[in-house]
């Protein structure tokens, strides 16, 4: 069975920062484009950032730019999102994901930035 567990959420102060991880399983994960995804209540999904199978090319939604980092560790198949300078409007839950999505998004990992 697939699996995607996203962890390393919490509660963090404006400013502060966490980094999440997303430990992948019953696919081959090298060759998956990957993706990190959020929801904020009462806000549709959105795109966070993106990595090729790769790891080479990287792709970030602008407000997050200069802020969050994107890797992957393709022997441990594990993605990372190191996320800095956090702001309250970071706050949301936080899934990983493939490109388009196929492989569902498990059950995501709360983040909360408080001002």
């Known amino acids: 069975d697939v699996q995607l567990q996203a962890s390393g959420g919490g509660l963090v102060q404006a400013g502060g920062s966490l980094r999440l991880s997303c430990a992948a399983s019953?696919?081959?994960?090298?060759?998956?484009?990957m993706k990190w995804v959020r929801q904020a209540p009462g806000k549709v999904l959105e795109f966070v950032a993106g990595?090729?199978?790769?790891?080479?090319?990287?792709s970030y939604r602008d407000s997050v730019k200069g802020r969050f980092t994107i890797s992957r560790d393709n022997a441990k198949n594990i993605m990372y999102l190191q996320m800095n300078m956090l702001k309250p409007e970071d706050t949301a839950v936080y899934f990983c994901?493939?490109?388009?999505?196929?492989?569902?998004r498990g059950q995501g990992t709360q983040v909360t930035v408080s001002s």
């Open positions: 994901t493939d490109a388009l999505e196929v492989l569902g």
């Open positions: 019953g696919f081959t994960f090298k060759t998956y484009y």
């Open positions: 990595i090729n199978e790769g790891g080479i090319r990287t």
